[in-house]
Nanobody
Framework: QVQLVESGGGLVQPGGSLRLSCAAS????????IGWFRQAPGKEREGVSC????????YYADSVKGRFTWSIDNAKTTVYLQMNSLKPEDTAVYYC????????????????????WGQGTQVTVSS
């Protein structure tokens, strides 16, 4: 059974850091596009960072460039989103998503392009 399991959310003060994890169960993340999305109350789901595990093609939303960084373990079973210099506007439920394919030089950016989804983890940035 293919599953994505997220962890690492929580409450953090402005300027703080969190690292989200997304563990794949039942498959490895070779030749996948991985997306980190977030949804704040009353807002549409937005792509935060999307990347290809084939050639590391990467997209970061302008709002997180320079603050958020993705990484993947050597076994390609867990991806991470390191979030630094967090702001109150980063408060949202964060989801990881994956879709199979050998993406070279580009990655899908729309949530409907992703087949597998994690359950979401709440990130709250507040003093």
């Amino acid at each position: 059974q293919v599953q994505l399991v997220e962890s690492g959310g929580g409450l953090v003060q402005p300027g703080g850091s969190l690292r989200l994890s997304c563990a794949a169960s039942g498959f490895t993340l070779d030749y996948y596009a991985i997306g980190w999305f977030r949804q704040a109350p009353g807002k549409e789901r937005e792509g935060v960072s999307c990347f290809s595990t084939t050639d590391d093609s990467t997209y970061y939303a302008d709002s997180v460039k320079g603050r958020f960084t993705w990484s993947i373990d050597n076994a390609k079973t867990t991806v991470y989103l390191q979030m630094n210099s967090l702001k109150p506007e980063d408060t949202a439920v964060y989801y990881c998503a994956a879709t199979p394919g050998r993406y070279l030089g580009w990655v899908p950016l729309r949530s409907y392009e992703y087949h597998y989804w994690g359950q979401g983890t709440q990130v709250t940035v507040s003093s």
